[in-house]
């Protein structure tokens, strides 16, 4: 019998794990995923400035889960997937027990 994690309808959580042990180790070999760079006049007007605040903590921050995961927050409500997606393994690596960038 395989563990309920291992599920074979259950894909997307065997890739959440696999995803989450090889952040783990990259942070433990001290390998963070960079944080993107953003082409911020692609954004509206009306929240450019928005987004370039918590992108400029982010990067003042590039060490702190909380900021980085802000951003990553916000690049999702955008629907920046790619650039969410590395901010958030960004945030993984630097919290690995924190749900929430998970």
């Known amino acids: 019998m395989r563990p309920p994690w ?3 309808t ?5 890739v959440s794990l696999v995803l989450a042990f090889a952040l ?12 993107p760079r953003l082409a911020l006049d692609a954004y509206p007007a009306s ?9 400029q903590e982010a ?12 951003l990553g ?3 999702h409500a955008w629907e920046q ?5 590395d ?9 690995p027990r924190v749900f929430e960038w998970h």
Do not use: E, F, I, K
């Open 6 to 8: 291992l599920c074979a």
């Open 10 to 14: 259950d894909r997307s959580r065997r």
């Open 24 to 35: 783990n180790a990259a942070s433990a070999a001290g390998q963070l995923p960079p944080l």
């Open 47 to 55: 929240v450019r400035d928005a987004v370039s605040r918590v992108h």
């Open 59 to 70: 990067l003042a921050r590039s060490t702190d889960a909380d900021a980085v995961g802000a």
């Open 73 to 75: 927050r916000m690049l």
């Open 81 to 85: 997937w790619g650039a969410a997606h």
């Open 87 to 95: 901010v958030y393994a960004r945030a993984q690596a630097l919290a």
